[in-house]
């Protein structure tokens, strides 16, 4: 068999490409197994996706290995008709959808999943109920990855042709903020080391470091001695192989043949690692009495500067590159025989083979933000040593000698932040690791962890020290996340979606669903607070007599309804067997809320998952029962598995208990010591800090133009809060009386009732912009003034 080679121009990858795309719906498939794989979709399938619809996604050119991947598309029901048999063009145009047929017929979502685990995560993401998670849970590989994220992983061992100059803001902040005092430190150890004599070629290093610290950048550190082979990223040449033709075919095989997609080669840069520069035999250099001379004066004083300048950098996570330097450098480089070090600017470094041990291009990346490690974000992983810290000082601490008490309570509520991160993280890895009765198992048990845990600690809080004032707290936190996920959540990803997308679409018939059930909650929640109005007695704490004035008689302040002194009764016999039925019956909906989504009607969220290779498709079953019946090629690895995922689960709420308790302890003097209303507390610190994590996953779901599901974020936890973590605390109250009653203040009843309102407003036509998503957040900023400057409350 010969084959015909032939160098792929620009022109010709373009056109390529675009057959690719155009016959993506049309794969080979075996005769043998044609009967027992569902039909892929043709090319009129697609003609929806575009920019009429852009919440649906862009269709990607296959990569080489999409054999390994899976991908889930929307499929619309309107779409142009077009005759298989005749010369219809790719171009086009769709048969238009007008907004009536849009909002009536049934889409299914759009995702592309790595592995079966991922599709299964992607697939949660639209379960009612399900914790929405947009981090990966295994491994993907490194090679798959762009090439901005393939530089966050670089060890600074590999030569790369050199983009931009190396004179930038960044490199200039390095000098500012690191390299002055790193190079000062081996001004200071290379006279040391020249004193001793024995010391004066460690001496001579000293002083190369000092220079090259001052400024790492367009200089690279090697070893002098080793001739390897330079690793430069070259573009690999890209050919097309076309397949050998039978002159006897028929046309029906020619026109077959036609009409496969081309896997073609993108021309990527390829990375060769260099390897470490390890000894072939035993180095002479630590028998000698310099270098003992070094390891004692030296070397101890230098590795406390490049640690510190690692721990730094790290912890400020954009100038990771620095810490990889340093640590480089104290591992590797101070570690060499002096002589075998040279440095070298990156022009006359290109001239040699020599071996690479340092090379830094840039300090800081603002990309890496998207730095994990064993899938964990960086801000996460670097939130820890907080999270033991609060712990060490607050348990310890008891008299405030060391830290005061608001710094306490400042240093709990953050560290909340990244407990509520892994809480997170760990439902996800189970859920997509399970089938569906155990991943609703376990967002229903840890999905409300976080807020359950501090609202609990301020009751037992507030009993303790027998005051309202933690009641008035909590009621005002619980309000405060209610306000926040169903306005300031949608609304800032709007904005931030639309300012990238322009106009986003949604499906309006889930999010009716949501909007139905937050109704009902308002509803339910507020219920008491409405009866307690009704029957209750407006008492005032003081009123004054104004004889003068014929038509108002009094002036009174400090107004409320009061149920107990006009009947004591009343709560006894009304109040509480109203609360307790709200209780039962806000489940109840949740429940049909459940069923409904996921079994009866589970076409509106419709989730169509395909193996690109064998064409399998499952889509309701999948959505339904969390199951896959897909035949990977492709292999996995899972970041956490299922039990070190329940472990962190278990340590996470723990931990999260002990921080609870924390600042709930510690609250007492901003309680009443501070001007800043408790409303507005409630409201804002103590409501939206614990769900920091599930904002940043709704922005980068808009930012992926999956503005679905950032409002499934909010009125998830909102509906949650509701339906699941209110009757979970009168379940407590009834078994431990800590004097919680379910009647709020008239601001928060109010301020619920018309934000429900706009927020139902707001999802009518199924599309969302910026201007839409401002007024959202404006109307959250009105209602946080409201707050901020309301009085407090009675009871503190």
């Known amino acids: 068999m010969s084959y015909k080679k ?148 670089s060890d600074l061992s590999i030569v790369k042709p050199q983009e931009g100059p190396v004179v930038t803001f960044g490199n200039i902040i390095y000098v500012i903020l690191f390299g002055w005092w790193i190079s000062l430190s081996y001004f200071i150890i290379c006279p040391v080391m020249f004193l001793t004599i024995f010391g004066a070629p460690y001496g001579k290093l000293c002083f190369k470091m000092a220079l090259y610290f001052m400024w790492p950048f367009g200089k690279s550190i090697e070893k002098a001695g080793d001739v390897v082979k330079r690793s430069v990223a070259k573009p690999p040449k890209c050919e097309v192989i ?112 020599t071996r690479v041990i340092l090379c830094c291009y840039q300090a800081f990346n603002v990309y890496y933000y998207k ?110 996340t209610l306000l926040g996920c169903i306005l300031f959540v949608p609304g800032i990803c709007m904005i931030i979606g639309g300012i990238k997308h322009q106009e986003q679409r949604f499906n309006s018939r889930s999010a009716g669903v949501s909007s139905a059930l937050l109704f009902i909650s308002v509803g339910g929640v507020f219920a008491p607070t409405l009866f307690s109005k009704t029957f209750g007695n407006l008492m005032c704490e003081s009123c004054t007599n104004i004889p ?95 039990w070190r995922a329940l472990g962190v689960l278990i340590v996470s709420t723990i931990l999260m208990a002990c921080c609870a308790d924390l600042s709930t302890e510690n609250i007492e003097p901003i309680l009443t010591h501070s001007r800043i209303s408790q409303y507005f507390i409630g409201v804002t610190v103590l409501a939206m800090v614990p769900e920091l994590p599930e904002i940043v996953n709704g922005i980068q779901f808009a930012l992926q133009n999956n503005i679905s599901l950032s409002l499934e974020v909010g009125s998830c936890i909102a509906v949650q809060v509701c339906m699941i973590q209110i009757p979970l605390l009168v379940l407590f109250n009834a078994f431990y009386d800590v004097g919680f009653v379910l009647v709020f203040s008239d601001i928060h009843l109010w301020a619920s009732i018309f934000s429900v309102i706009l927020v139902n407003y707001i999802f009518m036509d199924g599309k969302c912009d910026y201007f839409q998503g401002t007024a959202l957040v404006v109307v959250y900023l009105i209602l946080l003034a409201l707050y901020f400057f309301a009085p407090s409350p009675r009871s503190c």
């Open 6 to 153: 032939s160098l792929l121009l620009p022109g010709d990858v373009e056109n390529l490409r675009r057959r690719s795309v155009a016959d993506l719906g049309k794969p080979s498939v075996d005769p043998e197994q044609h009967h027992h794989v569902p039909r892929r979709p043709s090319q009129t399938d697609w003609l929806c996706v575009g920019p009429q619809y852009p919440d649906l996604g862009a269709v990607e050119t296959p990569s080489p290995d999409s054999s390994a991947h899976y991908f889930c598309h929307y499929t619309p029901k309107c779409f142009l008709s077009v005759p298989r048999g005749g010369h219809a063009s790719s171009r086009s145009t769709p048969s238009r959808c007008g907004e009536e047929g849009w909002h009536e017929s049934t889409t299914k979502t759009t995702i592309r999943a790595e592995n079966e685990v991922e599709a299964q995560r992607e697939a949660n993401n639209y379960k009612f109920g399900f914790r929405k998670w947009k981090g990966n849970v295994t491994e993907k590989p490194i090679e798959d990855r762009s090439d901005v994220i393939k530089g966050l992983y």
């Open 242 to 353: 076309p397949e050998e033709r039978d002159s006897d075919n028929s046309k029906d095989r020619v026109s077959d043949k036609d009409t496969r997609p081309l896997l073609i080669s993108t021309p990527i840069p390829i990375e060769i690692p260099v390897p470490e520069p390890s000894a072939r035999k035993t180095s002479k250099h630590w028998c000698r009495i310099s270098t003992c001379v070094w390891l004692l004066l030296g070397y101890p004083v230098l590795a406390v500067v490049h640690s510190l300048a690692c721990v730094l950098s790290w912890l400020l996570v954009f100038p990771i590159p620095v810490a990889k330097m340093n640590a480089r450098t104290l591992t590797i480089v101070l570690l060499m025989a002096p002589e075998d070090i040279q440095v070298h600017g990156l022009d006359k470094t290109l001239a040699y083979e």
């Open 371 to 480: 730095y994990t490690v064993q899938g964990i974000n960086i801000f996460a992983l670097n939130m820890l040593p907080l999270v033991l810290f609060t712990l060490i000082v607050g348990y310890t601490d008891r008299e405030h000698n060391f830290c005061s008490a608001e710094a306490k309570f400042a240093t709990a509520i953050a560290s909340i932040i990244p407990l509520s991160y892994y809480i997170g993280m760990g439902i996800a890895s189970i859920s997509a690791q399970s089938n569906f009765a155990v991943g609703a198992v376990v967002n229903a048990t840890f999905g409300s962890i976080t807020e359950m845990t501090f609202y609990i600690t301020a009751l037992l809080q507030g009993h303790n020290a027998k005051t309202k004032c933690y009641e008035e707290v909590v009621k005002s936190a619980l309000t405060g």
């Open 548 to 642: 003068s004035n014929a038509s108002v008689a009094f002036i009174c302040k400090h107004c409320h309804y009061d149920t107990s002194s006009a009947d004591p009764q009343l709560i006894l016999a009304h109040i509480e067997p109203l609360v307790y039925t709200i209780s039962v019956l806000l489940p109840s909906a949740y429940l049909i809320g459940l069923i409904f989504t996921l079994k009866t009607h589970s076409h509106i969220y419709d989730i169509h998952i395909s193996d690109v290779q064998g064409g399998h498709a499952h889509g309701g079953q999948y959505a339904q029962e969390g199951t896959s019946n897909f035949y990977p090629t492709g292999h996995h690895v899972v970041h956490w598995s299922r």
